[in-house]
């Protein structure tokens, strides 16, 4: 989370190497990490999968993609050359502890390692005891694990998972990833709530009315049927980060800024949610509609989705939180692919004046105070006020004081860049703890699979029934 601590030279020892996350996202954040930072040399990256291919087509791979990325082609193709290097998973794992050994040999690098599993969740207990077996789960210097998302498709599984990894590294080893945490805008809600006391102080049941958060995608799928009919939104989306971004909501201060205080207090907030019955939940499935004036198929003529599918690519539910600051106040979470925009945001409803002074005669219309926090696509803050226009007393407008990441401080940085620099310096605020998981799991193990889909045309904001767990939905679009 800052620049200033130094990066230990490493091996990164990239699992699923060849695969979209690794050439989109980890290869070019990383390249950008180590450029900015001056530390081009401190990381050799050992690219491991299934296929045999040499290190030369490994390292061609990665020229590719970060061409796409808009890097300098003759500068990559130097670090390539220096820094990347590929092994078959098809001579074992005795095969890759003997790659790796030589490669820190070569490089004088001192035993430091980060494993990134970028694998299906089916592949990692495998890769795990390969791991162990082969003894490169101990090191001369730090060892690092980082697991990508899903962690687990419900409860139990996350709790074996869980019982694996602790079978065999610590949790101060142990990286587990929700790329949103490292949106710039998902971190400053801790610097938003408690360093301006204007809003802590009215962050609570006494002052707030509700807080709604939402996930909207214009896409559909995206050929992703595979695994998408198979979890839907309540494991693609709710568990991990709607929950997320709910607990820093919701969490009380922090009693210091180290990962295990703030990441406490984030379990507390887990911890306080009722459980959620079926009728505070609303799912729904889109059909053929319109997305920006374009024509576009239903989910069940999607390529890869079985005939009759009942999964959820909208859901909504509603969540109480029985604790000293929140009882009593709803929050209402939706997500959906198909919607109008693509938008992420909270949106926090203060409560109205408790007397009316502006409306008794049925003219004037007091609007309240709303705080909308976007996440996605443009972050910031809007904070809508009443003032009196120009005119008699009663005519109130609701205006915004209004601010964005862009207009002050330009380019924000990817959320992996954030990641693997965090990672390589060993800070883990970002990443999810074991015990938030299973927290997360036990929220909505009792919604996991439930029965009634309703239609939603491509383009709406999903199903009507949605509308019967609020007064109304609350976004700002610019």
């Known amino acids: 989370m800052t620049g200033s601590v130094p990066i230990d030279p490493h091996l990164l020892v990239l699992f699923g190497a060849t695969g979209d996350l690794s050439r989109r996202k980890l290869l070019p954040a990383l390249f950008r990490l180590l450029r900015s930072r001056g530390f081009?040399?401190?990381t050799h990256v050992l690219g491991v999968g299934n296929s045999r291919r040499s290190d030369e087509d490994f390292r061609q791979m990665a020229v590719e993609a970060f061409t796409e990325a808009g890097f300098d082609r003759e500068e990559i193709e130097e670090w390539c050359l220096d820094c990347l290097s590929y092994q078959s998973l098809s001579e074992g794992f005795d095969g890759l502890a003997d790659r790796i050994a030589g490669?820190?040999?070569?490089?004088?690098?001192?035993g430091n390692r980060a494993f990134y599993l970028a694998i299906p969740p089916e592949a990692i207990e495998g890769t795990l005891e390969g791991l162990a077996g082969s003894g490169l789960d101990s090191a001369s210097g730090w060892i690092r694990l980082v697991i990508e998302k899903p962690f687990g498709v419900d409860l139990e599984s996350a709790e074996e998972l869980n019982r694996s990894l602790h079978a065999r590294f610590s949790?101060?080893?142990i990286f587990r990833i929700d790329h949103y945490l490292a949106k710039e805008t998902v971190q400053n809600l801790l610097v938003f709530r408690f360093a301006n006391p204007i809003f802590e102080s009215s962050w609570n049941r006494d002052r707030i009315e509700s807080v709604q958060i939402t996930v909207a995608e214009t896409i559909g799928i995206e050929g992703r049927a595979g695994y998408f009919d198979k979890a839907g939104m309540v494991r693609d989306i709710v568990q991990n980060h709607m929950l997320q971004l709910l607990a820093l909501v919701a969490m009380e201060p922090p009693v210091r800024l180290d990962p295990d205080s703030i990441r406490d207090e984030k379990v507390k907030a887990l911890r306080s949610i009722y459980p959620i019955g079926p009728e505070a939940v609303v799912r729904g499935q889109y059909t053929a509609g319109e997305i920006d004036g374009h024509d576009v198929a239903g989910y069940l003529e999607e390529g890869g989705v079985g005939p009759g599918s009942t999964t959820e690519t909208f859901v909504a539910l509603r969540v109480a939180i029985d604790n000293w600051r929140w009882r009593g106040?709803?929050?209402?979470?939706r997500?959906?692919?198909?919607?109008p925009d693509r938008l992420t945001q909270i949106a926090v409803t203060f409560k109205q004046p408790p007397v009316s002074l502006f409306d008794a005669d049925g003219e004037g219309q007091v609007n309240g105070n709303e705080l909308y926090i976007t996440l996605q696509p443009d972050e910031g803050f809007d904070l809508m006020f009443d003032v009196k226009s120009p005119g008699g007393v009663s005519d109130v407008r609701s205006r915004s004081l209004r601010f964005r990441y862009a207009d002050a401080f330009g380019t924000l940085p990817d959320a992996y860049d954030t990641l693997l620099e965090d990672l390589l310096i060993g800070d883990q605020t970002l990443f999810v703890r074991g015990d938030e998981t299973e927290e997360a799991w036990r929220i909505i193990q009792l919604i996991l699979d439930g029965d009634e889909v309703h239609e939603y045309p491509a383009g709406s904001w999903g199903p009507q029934e949605a509308?019967?767990?609020v007064d109304r939905w609350r976004v700002r679009i610019d």
């Open 335 to 339: 997500a959906g692919k198909r919607l």
């Open 329 to 333: 106040v709803p929050f209402v979470l």
């Open 40 to 42: 081009e040399d401190r």
């Open 467 to 469: 509308s019967s767990l």
């Open 171 to 173: 949790e101060d080893q």
């Open 103 to 110: 490669l820190e040999n070569a490089h004088g690098l001192t």
